[in-house]
């Protein structure tokens, strides 16, 4: 007795997406490519910052009771970036990785499992973040929500989220 039931649930297939195979990479594995490629950043920026008078006018801001202004703090985040963009392009456009995700072998993929573009990875996955950490307080609060959102189900960072990427062993 095999009736039309109005109230059973369909019946229908649910088909994976491409690249839905590839397992995220896990946190602590990212966290280890985070601090490879902060710390390549922090030995090249630093000096730089240092011979460009940045950590001068914060000390003297300091010294008088105020911050520095938001655009010499805008500025060098630019600087930053660009620097940054600079050291990592070259593994972000052959493999998409950036130096410290090479060393955990992980990589950055969209949601269809291919290596994104390196305009992408740069201008959705990179700047945005940068730009946002340099608002004070609330940059940096928004840059630790974005980390933190790592222990979603998908592990997927609030970058990878606004840049449709994720990262996944580099098999």
């Given at each position: 007795m095999?009736?039309?039931n ?8 649910v088909?994976?997406?491409?690249g ?28 730089l ?54 060393v955990?072998?992980?990589k ?13 990875l ?8 940068s730009l ?12 630790v929500?974005d980390?933190l ?5 998908d592990r997927?960072c ?5 840049a449709g990427?994720?990262?996944v062993?580099?098999?």
């Amino acid at each position: 007795m095999d009736e039309q039931n109005p109230y059973k649930s369909p019946a229908s297939q649910v088909m994976a997406l491409p690249g839905d195979d590839m397992t995220a990479a896990g946190r602590w594995v990212r966290l280890g490519a985070a601090l490879i490629d902060g710390i390549i950043a922090m030995v090249v920026t630093l000096p730089l910052m240092y011979v460009g008078g940045y950590f001068t006018e914060v000390f003297a801001a300091a010294q008088q009771g105020r911050q520095v202004g938001f655009g010499l703090v805008l500025v060098w985040t630019l600087i930053v970036f660009v620097i940054i963009a600079a050291i990592q392009a070259y593994p972000l456009h052959a493999t998409g990785q950036t130096w410290g995700k090479r060393v955990v072998k992980v990589k950055i993929v969209d949601l269809a499992g291919n290596k994104p573009p390196l305009l992408r990875l740069l201008a959705l996955r990179m700047l945005p973040i940068s730009l946002v950490s340099a608002i004070p307080f609330i940059g940096g609060l928004l840059t630790v929500v974005d980390a933190l959102l790592i222990f979603r189900n998908d592990r997927r960072c609030g970058h990878d989220l606004i840049a449709g990427t994720r990262v996944v062993p580099a098999g």
